[in-house]
């Protein structure tokens, strides 16, 4: 029989990405129940999948001379002796079984013995753990295999040969099994693991974890690096107590720490699959890497010669990887010195703008410097203006030389100078004061670009209010007071004739190359209840609210029912995993039909910009295509 690589244990899927935690208390509870209960509560709070005890009938597992200390070695005295002060009763035992259940933890139990499975089956178990010891016992692998439960064995203490003689032994009785790395000393030295075996065995069993012993964290950490998708060591609340398992155990914070650091590690370790650029390497390729651009003006119909051509940052057009592939083209366009050369010049496909017609008003991002070459290309309902710090400088009359008969949206900066981000729902008072003082001058401004476009009587400002944090996310027993400290911030402003609208937030954006953890107006349900708490509505960002439901495992179209009462404006574009925004519409996992048929129902009228990243590049062609994409669908 194949040997299988997945196995279920409740609800836990072992072999299928995420790593399952073991929290071996076994007898470091020394025989105290109520230390056994506080142990099982403190493992949930480490976030431990599970808490396994030992039992054992010392009359069915030592000989009757062992027992009455007739002449045994030192060592299996001592054990004994410990045994006979530390097992718990069956009925402690039960009870425990009982306490987890009702706590939501699994718990798991190693029988040492035939009669300890007969009490353990009583108890309604879920898969068995066998201590290494007992690798070997082929009369307790087969009583264990007819229970027809999932079986985790050690292999501390036995050859590579009694492993393969196991393995076979199991696969005849088609039972679900993993095998789990193990140097059975207490504490192993570290030169004594031989972590690498891992890997020969997972070619003896493809199901592998790990059951550490050793001083600290780190080489369970590199076992999950090593295939192991479970991880299994000692838990102590001191490792100076009485017993041979304390010194080789993890207490609280360690355990806490190992935790957190699989996690960490298992999202790290990603698919394996081709190498792709994340969201985060996309900005710093953008601001960091190097493009192809003309080194002179150069007209329509040059034949492009190697010393038209110069590399230089930023990134945001062709790649130098693609000179050979520009030399000799043929030119369709007009070039000033120093513009980018795009894809379309090595394989002319430009698309270029056209007359959209939709259910609702639409428009274009823009920026101060482009609005006129925008304004040339495109007769939108409205035009919204991505502010920078840098333009909050700019005098608007250099740009905008007359009145306009359109609409339009301003976008406040994320980033102000001296790389202050945006947080208008900070803790930290000093910060939230700044942030409010340059979101007045956004105000401000808006207001002066009323004189430049009359029809809009009251522009909306589009906003990415703050509330973040850098290392973790905020526990939610505290967002509250940041929704508070927002909407002090908006009440303080003065935004007559204007209206401030926070966008919805994907749960890790992006800033400048970085990631960080965004903790208010990322959930519909506190969306909900804060809109109608303080009177505001939302930009729905169709992008980050996807990215949203994948990281909460939520239907993104239940989410889309739910804030259209709250919605006054729309970025569309698509989205895939948690990180990756802005996608061209058609290349995520939106279905644009199913949210068109959504918008054109719950969100009638309501005006939309198409944000792809990086749209305006190239004359705007991203906008360009995601408008045809979106045409006949909102």
Request: aromatic letters at 12%; charged letters at 30%.
């Amino acid at each position: 029989m194949e040997s299988k690589k997945k196995m279920k244990i409740k609800n836990f899927d072992i072999g299928k990405g995420r790593c399952f935690v073991i929290a071996e208390i076994g007898n470091n509870h020394n025989g105290d129940f109520s230390r056994a209960i506080k142990m099982i509560d403190l493992a949930i709070e480490m976030g431990a999948d599970c808490v396994k005890f030992q039992m054992r009938h010392l009359d069915k597992v030592y000989r009757e001379k062992s027992l009455n200390k007739s002449g045994e070695d030192l060592g299996t005295e001592y054990i004994i002796d410990l045994l006979n002060r530390f097992e718990f009763s069956v009925d402690e035992h039960r009870k425990i079984s009982e306490y987890c259940q009702g706590k939501g933890i699994l718990y798991m139990c190693t029988p040492w013995d035939e009669k300890s499975i007969e009490v353990l089956e009583s108890f309604g178990v879920k898969a068995y753990k066998v201590a290494s010891a007992d690798l070997t016992n082929l009369p307790l692998l087969d009583i264990l295999s007819k229970t027809g439960k999932p079986l985790i064995i050690s292999t501390g203490m036995s050859r590579e040969d009694e492993v393969i003689e196991v393995k076979s032994f199991l696969e005849k009785r088609e039972v679900e099994f993993a095998f789990l790395h193990c140097n059975s000393t207490y504490p192993a030295p570290f030169q004594d693991i031989n972590l690498n075996w891992i890997k020969s065995l997972k070619k003896i069993h493809p199901l592998v974890g790990y059951s550490g012993h050793e001083r600290g964290t780190a080489v369970s950490l590199a076992a999950l690096s090593l295939g192991a998708c479970i991880i299994e060591r000692h838990f102590t609340l001191d490792r100076n107590m009485e017993g041979p398992d304390h010194a080789a155990s993890l207490e609280y914070d360690e355990f806490k720490t190992l935790i957190k650091g699989i996690r960490e590690v298992e999202t790290a370790l990603g698919s394996g699959e081709k190498r792709k650029l994340s969201q985060g390497e996309m900005i710093n390729r953008e601001n960091l890497g190097k493009s192809l651009v003309s080194s002179k003006n150069l007209v329509s119909g040059t034949i492009i010669k190697p010393e038209h051509v110069k590399v230089l940052s930023p990134g945001q057009g062709i790649s130098p990887l693609k000179y050979d592939q520009l030399i000799g083209k043929e030119l369709k366009r007009e070039m000033n010195f120093e513009d980018f050369f795009y894809e379309s010049d090595i394989e002319d496909n430009l698309i270029t703008s056209k007359e959209y017609k939709f259910n609702r008003p639409w428009g274009i991002p823009v920026r101060f410097h482009d609005f006129q070459q925008y304004s040339d290309m495109a007769k939108p309902d409205f035009f919204e203006f991505h502010l920078s710090y840098s333009d909050m400088e700019l005098n608007p009359k250099n740009y905008l030389d007359s009145t306009y008969e359109c609409g339009f949206v301003v976008h406040a900066p994320e980033l102000f100078k001296e790389s202050h981000l945006m947080d208008l729902a900070t803790p930290n008072s000093e910060y939230r004061k700044y942030s409010m003082e340059q979101t007045q001058r956004v105000i401000d401004i808006t207001r002066n670009l009323k004189a430049y476009f009359p029809k809009e009587k009251k522009p909306m400002i589009v906003a990415n209010i703050g509330g973040f944090s850098m290392d973790k996310p905020i526990p939610k027993s505290e967002t509250k007071e940041y929704y508070k400290q927002f909407f002090e911030s908006l009440s303080n402003l003065d935004t007559e004739g204007v209206e401030i609208i926070p966008q919805t937030m994907a749960p890790f954006p992006w800033h400048f190359g970085g990631q960080r953890y965004q903790n208010i107006f990322v959930e519909i349900e506190e969306i909900e209840k804060y809109c109608e708490e303080f009177g505001i509505r939302m930009c729905f960002d169709i992008s980050h609210s996807m990215l949203t439901c994948n990281h909460l495992k939520k239907d993104f179209y239940a989410f889309c029912e739910k804030i259209a009462p709250y919605t006054a404006y729309l970025h569309l574009g698509d989205a895939s995993g948690v990180n990756g925004e802005g996608l061209q519409i058609g290349e995520g996992e939106i279905d644009f039909v199913r949210l068109g048929k959504n918008l054109n129902n719950k969100f009638k009228n309501i005006p939309f910009i198409p944000e792809i990243w990086q749209g305006h590049k190239n004359k705007g062609q991203g906008f360009w295509i995601a408008l045809e994409k979106l045409k006949g669908l909102i």
